[in-house]
RNA sequence: GCGCUCAUAGCUCAGCUGGAUAGAGCAUCUCCCUCCUAAGGAGAGGGUCGGACGUUCGAAUCGUCUUGAGCGCGCCA
């Protein structure tokens, strides 16, 4: 047990004493900020005193004669009614020992017994990832590493929008291209793609098909299209790939188009709620949550991209999840409201669906804005920027900071290889733990770390105690960037143990063997930090 | 006009279910390697937490109003 818990049931037990039967969630025990707060803090005396009639310094007072003292050296009264509570050395040192004989598996909560499908990025295979879906792909591929981490069963998955208008885009941008490689004198329309990438494509396909390809014949248009959708895509994969980045199930608008009958759907479960107006299909979504009623036929008889994708959603409820996460750039924010309600409509709760919002990426360079255009092809892509500035410093800097915050991306700063890149400072503080332990290979480890005193010390330590509860409370907030923000903390602890503190003295073996076993501790916490962001962390640099 | 997201140090941002003196990095300024990686450490300066009111013993955090910024409000996807 964690002795924040231990703490808890301590006050639990002494309220019994007055008839007060609390439960673990309704005590708070914090980490006190100032070290003559104490090691932890609580609050309880304070929120309780009202209820039952006392002053809260008189509660805390009572509270502080009715403890068990097992694990605490002793325990002040202060300020208002805060109880402070000094741990023992040695009940704290222990988390050392339990780290080590967890490894990899320390901070990893217990299994939660819960579905989650996460899609993310999702983008068009009309091109390029640009700036913004690579912070999807990093934000929404650490989101899953931290649920699964904290015990989720965790699916990430990626929608393929085969079946609209940007389809066909690339296929008449390809069928352009073609058509110029061949001689024709064809400028290409501003509504096109004009990444170079198509050209490279379009060489291709002339390669292998060239010399069959009628030019207004539909079918081979279609044939150039699909050729021109699987390359980009193919393509995509493969950035994916290299920003550590894989997922387990793509599925096609097409698919789901074809073999789960959209119109059937519509038909069978949305009659109630859908009506005809000026030739096309609107649901009524004002009924939940939307502000709108929407469009999902045309007034042509086709569908608009809603209806779709909602018979999207409900497949992927029927293969059982407990919980979707759409991961999508923050201007897609109206559809939240519109596909909740969708779901409303089948009876599933509007919490079944979170979507975490991701906002813009401003990329900077030498303190100016690099603009970015997919269609101009001078953006900066996801690949260009693993080649730049490696994908550790990449993924790093995009979830360093929540979701819902506007980032910068200091291009200068993410690929300087110095103290000033958070992302070295941390992996340093890894390698020069590795360092240490290579050197004193031959020292043995005293994992009962009896020897740790100093304020450096209890300092690494406490925010070692720290990490099983980051990932608990992170995890279903989604929120990577506050293991980033921890990250930070645990190399700063690192850094000033190792500045202050000498850990390999042959003269005094004893103290060596502790600060050894809290460097091994650290550097598995740092490893498995490092490790839910998708960042490695290596021995030596 | 309606809605969503946001507003914290010169800049970029943290701040967990409300807590005791609001934090970090960059930038500026001082110091520290005969010693395990100086890609490091110690320290200084820098703040009306956009504003107002409210709830509370207690508010950067919760509520209402207000100001400003970005985005969205298609039979586009």
């Given at each position: 047990m964690s002795i924040e818990n231990s703490l808890k049931n301590k006050i639990i037990d002494a309220f019994k004493k007055l008839n007060v039967s609390l439960s673990e969630q309704d005590i708070v025990i914090e980490n006190s900020r100032s070290p003559e707060h104490g090691d932890y803090a609580t609050n309880v005396a304070l929120k309780y005193a009202s209820r039952l009639g006392k002053k809260p310094i008189e509660l805390a007072n009572f509270l502080k004669g009715n403890l068990d003292m097992s694990e605490i050296d002793h325990i002040e009264i202060a300020g208002p009614g805060f109880i402070n509570f000094f741990i023992k050395n040695d009940a704290i040192n222990s988390i050392v020992k339990k780290i080590i004989l967890e490894g990899d598996k320390y901070g990893h909560g217990e299994d939660k017994h819960k579905k989650i499908n996460v899609e993310f990025v999702s983008a068009n295979p009309t091109g390029d990832l640009h700036l913004g879906h690579a912070r999807c792909a990093a934000v929404g591929d650490s989101i899953c590493r931290l649920y699964e981490f904290a015990g989720y069963d965790v699916t990430r998955e990626f929608y393929v929008n085969n079946a609209g208008n940007q389809i066909r885009t690339l296929g008449l941008s390809l069928d352009i291209r073609l058509r110029q490689l061949h001689g024709e004198k064809i400028e290409l329309p501003d509504d096109s793609y004009h990444a170079n990438d198509i050209i490279d494509i379009a060489k291709q396909y002339d390669k292998e098909f060239g010399k069959d390809y009628k030019v207004g014949d539909a079918k081979c248009l279609a044939h150039l299209t699909e050729y021109g959708m699987k390359a980009e895509l193919k393509k995509i994969e493969k950035d994916l790939e290299l920003f550590r980045t894989k997922f387990d199930i793509y599925s096609f608008e097409t698919d789901v188009r074809k073999d789960h009958h959209v119109e059937d759907v519509l038909k069978n479960k949305f009659s109630k709620?859908?009506?005809?107006?000026?030739?096309?299909?609107?649901?009524?979504?004002?009924?939940?949550?939307?502000?709108k009623d929407r469009a999902v036929i045309k007034s042509?008889?086709?569908?608009?991209?809603?209806?779709?994708?909602?018979?999207?959603?409900?497949?992927?409820?029927?293969?059982?999840?407990?919980?979707?996460?759409?991961?999508?750039?923050?201007?897609?924010?109206?559809?939240?409201?519109?596909m909740k309600s969708a779901l409303m409509m089948?009876?599933?709760?509007k919490d079944v669906l979170e979507v975490e919002l991701v906002q813009v990426v401003r990329l900077i360079k030498d303190g100016e804005e690099v603009k970015m255009s997919k269609r101009t092809g001078t953006g900066v892509s996801l690949r260009e920027l693993c080649e730049e500035v490696g994908v550790d410093a990449t993924r790093y800097f995009f979830v360093s900071r929540a979701a819902s915050s506007h980032l910068d991306f200091d291009l200068n700063?993410?690929?300087e290889q110095s103290s000033n890149n958070p992302v070295y400072y941390a992996q340093y503080a890894h390698a020069r733990i590795s360092k240490v332990l290579e050197t004193a290979k031959d020292i043995k480890i005293d994992l009962d770390a009896p020897l740790l005193k100093e304020k450096k010390e209890m300092d690494l330590l406490k925010l070692l105690i720290e990490f099983p509860k980051l990932i608990e409370i992170s995890a279903p907030k989604r929120a990577p960037h506050m293991v980033a923000t921890y990250i930070q903390s645990l190399a700063a602890a690192i850094h000033g143990f190792y500045s202050e503190c000498r850990v390999i003295d042959r003269d005094h073996l004893d103290v060596t063997s502790s600060r050894l076993a809290l460097m091994k501790a650290s550097q598995i916490v740092m490893k498995n930090a490092l490790s839910v962001l998708g960042v490695s962390a290596p021995d030596k640099m």
């Open positions: 709620y859908s009506y005809i107006q000026d030739g096309a299909t609107f649901l009524r979504t004002t009924d939940f949550l939307d502000d042509d008889g086709s569908f608009t991209y809603l209806m779709p994708d909602i018979a999207y959603h409900l497949i992927k409820l029927s293969r059982g999840y407990d919980q979707l996460i759409d991961v999508l750039g923050a201007d897609h924010h109206g559809y939240i409201n519109r089948q009876g599933y709760s700063l993410a690929s």
